[in-house]
């Protein structure tokens, strides 16, 4: 078992309720690293007895920051389903707290083979090997690694756009939580058009899982490619996309977050 499978242990402690602590491996600025809460709480639905089918989507808000080491509760509920697809919610609260410090909801699906089409491009950019590793510096080991043509620091640049090769280095596999966890791996991009950092903080990040199993499993544990941009600055919010491609490109997910700044 990896690292990043054993830091998101949950223990059933009652009917849709999961116990477990906030994993230090992934402390970021302020508390615990926003792609690894969502990977755990996509994780507490993945855990559940009567979960069906595969991940679509993801969509968390994040109200208090998740203090790393700290004690949690996670209530999911199923909120209605039909035989091709189920939609799930989890809390998240502190132990021994009244408030919610996050809250999800996670669509499953029983895919089904349909027409396919791709209209995004997966861009042109040398293969990892060929690029400088670099391990964001809130990460404990095993760390993330990020691979880029645009190498840091992440500032004074004239546009939002990165591309970066991305894996969990610990040698894990590519999977629903791999991409949850790297969903949210990437300099604020507000960070990019700034003299150097500033208070940032994201309040709802979405994940659509595009690939089905075979399609991940197909990927080992190899990089993804990121392509990530903003979509628009403005009045302390800034929204972002991320696609992320697999080596072979396949489009695998996507993302939406929407960060506040000063």
Sequence with gaps: ?????????????????????????????????????????????????EARGSPVSITVNFIAALPPGADFVINVVRLGATRSLAHWRCDLQLAGADSVAATAIVIMASRRDSDTRTEAAMPDVPPPEKL?????PFAKQPPLESRSPMPPPPFNKSDTRTLSWE????????????????????????YLVSPGPRPSATLTLSVTFLAGPDELAACGDDFILADMIATRIEQSTVGSRKDMWSRAGTLLATSEQLCWFR
């Design 1 to 49: 078992m990896s690292v990043f499978d054993e830091s998101l242990a949950l223990n059933a402690v009652g009917p849709g309720r999961w116990q477990g602590i906030a994993s230090p491996r992934y402390e970021a600025v302020i508390g615990v690293f926003g792609g690894w809460t969502v990977a755990l709480l996509l994780k507490a639905v993945l855990d559940e007895p």
């Design 167 to 190: 894996r969990d280095a610990s040698g894990r596999a590519i999977d629903v939580l791999t991409l949850a966890l790297l969903s949210d791996l990437g300099a604020p991009r507000v």
């Design 132 to 136: 400088a590793a670099f391990f964001p």
